[in-house]
């Protein structure tokens, strides 16, 4: 692998808005199939289907990662969540098959990593992991249900 190169795109990463970038050289000039996975830091916005911040817990998505005011109830027990949305159109799955326990559930403590459901689209099962560590505070869609691109999934509070 050019060395140059990928330090050109991590450049390019720093410089820029994008939180993550994604490369995929199959028969490239490059020799082998390469693939290249770069992040810049734990959260992203909705579009890129991570977690993206907001203060309080009122139901429905957020736009983007911007914060929303909590509503007049939950002002004495706002608290910081991620929300996690979709990185694409698929179906929701909770658990790895239909007899076996969730990945996670509403009170469960994840870690960086971890897997929270499975998105099935055109028959490939897509695992959805989660970018920060927390408490699972709530899980936004029923178990096989479909869901679209940017949809809310869970909302985890930091650690």
């Known amino acids: 692998m050019d060395m140059d190169w990928l330090r050109g795109l991590i450049k390019l990463v720093e410089e820029s808005g994008v939180d993550a970038l994604d490369i995929e050289l199959v028969g490239s000039e490059l020799g082998d199939p390469t ?3 770069i992040r810049k830091s734990p959260r992203a916005t909705a579009a890129a289907g991570v977690a993206a911040p907001i203060v309080g817990s009122a139901p429905g998505p957020q736009a983007g990662a911007s914060p929303s005011a909590p509503a007049a109830s939950d002002t004495a027990s706002s608290e910081l969540l991620f929300e996690v949305f979709s990185p ?4 929701f799955y909770r658990a790895s098959a239909v007899d076996a326990d969730p990945f996670v559930s509403v009170g469960d ?5 971890q897997t929270l459901c499975i998105l099935e689209a055109m028959k490939l099962m897509n695992e959805l992991q989660s970018d920060i560590a927390g408490v699972v505070r709530e899980v936004a869609v029923e178990n096989a249900e479909p869901v679209e691109f940017g949809e809310l999934l869970f909302r985890i509070e930091p650690n």
């Open 88 to 91: 694409m159109v698929g179906t």
């Open 109 to 113: 403590r994840v870690e960086v990593g």
């Open 35 to 37: 693939r290249v996975r």
